[in-house]
T-cell receptor
Framework: DAKTTQPTSMDCAEGRAANLPCNHSTISGNEYVYWYRQIHSQGPQYIIHGLKNNETNEMASLIITEDRKSSTLILPHATLRDTAVYYCIVLGGSEKLVFGKGTKLTVNP | EPEVTQTPSHQVTQMGQEVILRCVPISNHLYFYWYRQILGQKVEFLVSFYNNEISEKSEIFDDQFSVERPDGSNFTLKIRSTKLEDSAMYFC?????????????FGNGTRLTVT
Protein backbone atom coordinates (compact mmCIF):
# COMPACT_ATOMS: atom_id res chain seq x y z
CA ASP A 1 0.00 0.00 0.00
CA ALA A 2 1.05 3.58 -0.68
CA LYS A 3 2.83 5.24 2.24
CA THR A 4 1.81 8.75 1.25
CA THR A 5 -1.20 11.04 1.53
CA GLN A 6 -2.05 13.53 -1.20
CA PRO A 7 -5.04 15.75 -1.91
CA THR A 8 -7.41 14.22 -4.42
CA SER A 9 -7.44 17.23 -6.70
CA MET A 10 -6.03 20.72 -7.11
CA ASP A 11 -6.45 23.61 -9.52
CA CYS A 12 -3.86 26.08 -10.71
CA ALA A 13 -3.92 29.05 -13.07
CA GLU A 14 -1.75 28.85 -16.15
CA GLY A 15 1.56 30.64 -15.63
CA ARG A 16 1.37 30.42 -11.86
CA ALA A 17 3.33 28.07 -9.65
CA ALA A 18 1.67 24.78 -8.81
CA ASN A 19 2.53 23.52 -5.33
CA LEU A 20 1.55 19.90 -4.75
CA PRO A 21 1.80 18.67 -1.15
CA CYS A 22 2.48 15.16 0.06
CA ASN A 23 2.55 13.68 3.56
CA HIS A 24 4.78 10.72 4.30
CA SER A 25 4.97 10.69 8.07
CA THR A 26 6.19 7.08 8.33
CA ILE A 27 9.14 7.52 5.96
CA SER A 28 12.32 5.85 7.11
CA GLY A 29 15.90 7.08 6.83
CA ASN A 30 16.86 5.26 3.65
CA GLU A 31 13.67 5.91 1.71
CA TYR A 32 13.48 8.36 -1.16
CA VAL A 33 10.57 10.58 -2.13
CA TYR A 34 9.66 10.22 -5.78
CA TRP A 35 7.28 12.19 -7.94
CA TYR A 36 5.75 10.88 -11.13
CA ARG A 37 2.90 12.15 -13.25
CA GLN A 38 0.51 10.55 -15.69
CA ILE A 39 -1.08 12.49 -18.51
CA HIS A 40 -4.31 10.86 -19.74
CA SER A 41 -3.47 7.15 -20.06
CA GLN A 42 0.16 7.65 -21.04
CA GLY A 43 2.90 5.92 -19.12
CA PRO A 44 3.92 7.42 -15.77
CA GLN A 45 6.56 10.07 -16.31
CA TYR A 46 9.39 10.47 -13.84
CA ILE A 47 9.67 14.04 -12.54
CA ILE A 48 12.11 14.21 -9.65
CA HIS A 49 13.24 12.44 -6.49
CA GLY A 50 15.11 13.28 -3.31
CA LEU A 51 16.30 11.91 0.00
CA LYS A 52 16.89 14.80 2.38
CA ASN A 53 17.93 17.85 0.43
CA ASN A 54 15.78 19.97 -1.81
CA GLU A 55 16.19 19.10 -5.46
CA THR A 56 15.61 20.99 -8.69
CA ASN A 57 15.68 19.92 -12.30
CA GLU A 58 14.35 21.25 -15.59
CA MET A 59 10.83 20.10 -14.78
CA ALA A 60 10.28 20.91 -11.13
CA SER A 61 11.57 21.52 -7.64
CA LEU A 62 11.17 19.21 -4.68
CA ILE A 63 11.08 20.67 -1.20
CA ILE A 64 11.44 18.14 1.63
CA THR A 65 10.83 19.25 5.21
CA GLU A 66 13.65 18.88 7.69
CA ASP A 67 11.88 16.03 9.51
CA ARG A 68 11.19 14.42 6.10
CA LYS A 69 7.57 13.81 6.99
CA SER A 70 6.23 15.86 4.11
CA SER A 71 7.28 17.32 0.80
CA THR A 72 6.06 19.70 -1.89
CA LEU A 73 6.48 19.42 -5.62
CA ILE A 74 6.67 22.82 -7.28
CA LEU A 75 6.00 23.39 -10.95
CA PRO A 76 7.25 26.98 -11.22
CA HIS A 77 5.19 28.12 -14.23
CA ALA A 78 2.36 25.70 -14.87
CA THR A 79 1.10 25.26 -18.42
CA LEU A 80 -2.00 23.52 -19.74
CA ARG A 81 0.21 20.56 -20.62
CA ASP A 82 0.95 20.06 -16.93
CA THR A 83 -2.63 18.92 -16.35
CA ALA A 84 -2.14 15.36 -15.10
CA VAL A 85 -2.34 13.06 -12.11
CA TYR A 86 0.70 13.55 -9.88
CA TYR A 87 1.94 10.70 -7.73
CA CYS A 88 4.11 11.09 -4.64
CA ILE A 89 5.79 7.77 -3.83
CA VAL A 90 8.15 6.71 -1.08
CA LEU A 91 10.69 4.14 -2.18
CA GLY A 92 13.63 2.51 -0.49
CA GLY A 93 15.92 -0.46 -0.76
CA SER A 94 14.77 -2.99 -3.29
CA GLU A 95 11.11 -2.18 -2.89
CA LYS A 96 8.85 -1.90 -5.88
CA LEU A 97 7.29 1.40 -6.92
CA VAL A 98 3.72 1.44 -5.59
CA PHE A 99 1.26 3.95 -7.03
CA GLY A 100 -1.57 5.43 -5.02
CA LYS A 101 -4.40 7.55 -6.39
CA GLY A 102 -2.32 10.71 -6.66
CA THR A 103 -3.45 14.31 -7.06
CA LYS A 104 -5.34 15.33 -10.17
CA LEU A 105 -3.91 18.73 -11.08
CA THR A 106 -5.94 20.84 -13.47
CA VAL A 107 -4.23 23.87 -14.95
CA ASN A 108 -6.81 26.43 -16.04
CA PRO A 109 -6.32 29.05 -18.75
CA GLU B 1 16.87 11.45 -24.36
CA PRO B 2 16.74 7.62 -24.19
CA GLU B 3 13.27 6.20 -23.72
CA VAL B 4 11.44 2.94 -23.20
CA THR B 5 9.50 1.89 -26.28
CA GLN B 6 6.57 -0.49 -26.37
CA THR B 7 4.84 -2.28 -29.23
CA PRO B 8 2.13 -2.55 -30.27
CA SER B 9 0.39 0.53 -28.94
CA HIS B 10 -2.95 -1.24 -29.13
CA GLN B 11 -3.66 -4.98 -29.26
CA VAL B 12 -7.08 -6.53 -29.67
CA THR B 13 -7.42 -10.23 -29.03
CA GLN B 14 -10.11 -12.80 -28.39
CA MET B 15 -10.56 -14.46 -25.04
CA GLY B 16 -8.38 -17.53 -24.72
CA GLN B 17 -5.76 -16.35 -27.19
CA GLU B 18 -2.11 -15.81 -26.36
CA VAL B 19 -0.62 -12.34 -26.60
CA ILE B 20 2.94 -11.08 -26.40
CA LEU B 21 3.61 -7.50 -25.46
CA ARG B 22 7.00 -6.16 -26.38
CA CYS B 23 9.27 -3.59 -24.82
CA VAL B 24 12.69 -2.18 -25.57
CA PRO B 25 14.11 -0.84 -22.31
CA ILE B 26 16.72 1.91 -22.09
CA SER B 27 19.94 0.37 -23.30
CA ASN B 28 22.17 0.54 -20.20
CA HIS B 29 19.40 -0.36 -17.76
CA LEU B 30 19.61 -3.62 -15.87
CA TYR B 31 16.23 -3.89 -14.14
CA PHE B 32 12.97 -4.37 -15.99
CA TYR B 33 9.36 -4.18 -14.90
CA TRP B 34 5.81 -4.64 -16.06
CA TYR B 35 2.91 -2.72 -14.61
CA ARG B 36 -0.71 -2.58 -15.67
CA GLN B 37 -3.58 -0.16 -15.28
CA ILE B 38 -7.18 -1.20 -15.67
CA LEU B 39 -9.29 1.70 -16.92
CA GLY B 40 -10.02 4.13 -14.12
CA GLN B 41 -7.90 2.28 -11.57
CA LYS B 42 -4.42 2.59 -10.09
CA VAL B 43 -1.21 1.60 -11.80
CA GLU B 44 -0.39 -1.87 -10.42
CA PHE B 45 2.92 -3.70 -10.21
CA LEU B 46 3.10 -7.04 -12.00
CA VAL B 47 6.70 -8.23 -12.05
CA SER B 48 10.33 -7.19 -11.84
CA PHE B 49 13.17 -8.90 -13.70
CA TYR B 50 16.93 -8.79 -13.22
CA ASN B 51 19.80 -10.92 -14.41
CA ASN B 52 17.48 -13.08 -16.50
CA GLU B 53 15.17 -14.04 -13.72
CA ILE B 54 12.11 -12.76 -11.93
CA SER B 55 13.08 -10.89 -8.78
CA GLU B 56 9.57 -10.14 -7.55
CA LYS B 57 6.01 -10.69 -8.73
CA SER B 58 2.59 -9.68 -7.53
CA GLU B 59 -0.47 -11.82 -6.90
CA ILE B 60 -1.78 -10.71 -10.28
CA PHE B 61 1.18 -12.34 -12.02
CA ASP B 62 -0.13 -15.91 -12.02
CA ASP B 63 0.76 -18.90 -14.19
CA GLN B 64 -0.90 -17.30 -17.19
CA PHE B 65 1.81 -14.65 -17.29
CA SER B 66 5.46 -15.01 -18.20
CA VAL B 67 8.30 -12.65 -19.00
CA GLU B 68 11.37 -13.09 -21.08
CA ARG B 69 14.38 -11.21 -22.29
CA PRO B 70 14.97 -13.15 -25.50
CA ASP B 71 17.95 -11.06 -26.65
CA GLY B 72 20.00 -8.13 -25.48
CA SER B 73 17.37 -5.52 -26.19
CA ASN B 74 13.81 -6.83 -25.91
CA PHE B 75 11.75 -7.58 -22.83
CA THR B 76 8.42 -9.34 -23.35
CA LEU B 77 5.29 -10.10 -21.38
CA LYS B 78 3.27 -13.10 -22.50
CA ILE B 79 -0.27 -13.86 -21.45
CA ARG B 80 -0.99 -17.45 -22.34
CA SER B 81 -4.78 -17.54 -22.40
CA THR B 82 -6.29 -14.10 -22.15
CA LYS B 83 -9.39 -13.34 -20.09
CA LEU B 84 -11.75 -10.39 -20.35
CA GLU B 85 -10.33 -9.02 -17.11
CA ASP B 86 -6.85 -8.81 -18.65
CA SER B 87 -8.05 -5.81 -20.65
CA ALA B 88 -5.84 -2.96 -19.45
CA MET B 89 -2.93 -0.70 -20.29
CA TYR B 90 0.34 -2.55 -19.81
CA PHE B 91 3.40 -0.45 -19.04
CA CYS B 92 6.98 -1.58 -19.28
CA UNK B 93 9.63 0.19 -17.22
CA UNK B 94 13.35 -0.03 -16.72
CA UNK B 95 15.91 1.32 -14.28
CA UNK B 96 19.67 1.30 -14.05
CA UNK B 97 19.69 -0.02 -10.50
CA UNK B 98 16.83 -1.72 -8.73
CA UNK B 99 16.84 0.37 -5.61
CA UNK B 100 15.79 3.67 -4.15
CA UNK B 101 18.13 6.09 -5.92
CA UNK B 102 17.44 4.86 -9.43
CA UNK B 103 14.29 6.15 -11.15
CA UNK B 104 12.09 3.84 -13.16
CA UNK B 105 11.39 5.09 -16.66
CA PHE B 106 8.16 3.97 -18.25
CA GLY B 107 7.05 3.39 -21.79
CA ASN B 108 3.76 4.73 -23.10
CA GLY B 109 2.08 1.40 -22.82
CA THR B 110 0.17 -1.17 -24.82
CA ARG B 111 -3.60 -1.02 -24.59
CA LEU B 112 -4.80 -4.62 -24.51
CA THR B 113 -8.44 -5.23 -25.32
CA VAL B 114 -9.77 -8.75 -24.83
CA THR B 115 -13.11 -9.45 -26.49
Amino acid sequence: DAKTTQPTSMDCAEGRAANLPCNHSTISGNEYVYWYRQIHSQGPQYIIHGLKNNETNEMASLIITEDRKSSTLILPHATLRDTAVYYCIVLGGSEKLVFGKGTKLTVNP
Amino acid sequence: EPEVTQTPSHQVTQMGQEVILRCVPISNHLYFYWYRQILGQKVEFLVSFYNNEISEKSEIFDDQFSVERPDGSNFTLKIRSTKLEDSAMYFCASSYRGWGNSPLHFGNGTRLTVT
